[in-house]
């Protein structure tokens, strides 16, 4: 296992589970999988509101120092999903690791130049997105599921690129009924499974070669 490869060399993993739904939700599957790491469950989504995250597997890149060397990307570190993802895991482990090893000198950490262009600041549509989803969220909780549905509508079509808000609305509710659509048919809109995860931007052989 990665994570086992890897402890050693001051790394650590923090996985998050979003799930409306909390423990009851998703502790069995924690359960299940028996992570020597630490898994967090976040019932409010936080994590996708502050890093603007839109899609799971989700990996966030964070030095000793508390700063980000890389924004958050798709992150598979095995290859069971590949069927539907079209993504090959191999070349993003091997960045990790090559981070892993070489900290601030591997070619796979973001400049902060680099980082400015790629996390751009929320916009009040995604802020607004936010608050919506929140609401319905208080909604489903406090037993009033109907009456969530619009705001988790709205959330969807404030902040259109989040599946999370998408996937975790439809889990709640009968999704052909109440959002006339599926899961599976989102992902057939937006082209197909390959294109459902926007693969990593990860340097090229040729570029690490010439820097």
Request: hydrophobic share 35%; aromatic share 10%.
């Amino acid at each position: 296992m990665l994570y086992q490869q890897l402890k050693n060399k001051n790394f650590e993993i923090v996985s998050v589970a979003q799930d409306t739904g909390g423990a009851k939700a998703a502790g069995p599957a924690i359960t299940a999988a028996n992570p020597s790491y630490t898994v967090l469950i976040d019932d409010k989504h936080l994590v996708t509101k502050l890093y603007n995250m839109v899609n799971v597997p989700t990996g966030v890149w964070i030095n000793e120092k508390g700063r980000i060397v890389r924004p958050n990307e798709v992150a598979f570190i095995d290859d069971r999903f590949r069927q539907f993802t079209g993504l090959d895991s191999a070349p993003y482990i091997s960045a990790l690791k090559d981070w892993v090893e070489k900290g601030a000198g591997s070619a796979y950490a973001m400049s902060e130049e680099r980082l400015r262009q790629k996390l751009a600041a929320a916009t009040p549509e995604i802020i607004q997105a936010g608050a919506e989803f929140g609401l319905a969220e208080h909604l489903y909780k406090t037993g009033h599921p109907a009456e969530a549905i619009p705001h988790f509508k709205e959330a969807q079509r404030l902040n259109p690129k989040s599946w999370n808000y998408k996937r975790q609305a439809w889990a709640l509710s009968d999704a052909k009924k109440d959002y006339g659509t599926s899961f599976l048919e989102e992902v057939e809109k937006a082209g197909g499974s390959k294109l459902y995860y926007t693969p990593p931007d990860l340097p090229s052989e040729q570029k690490k070669q010439n820097e």
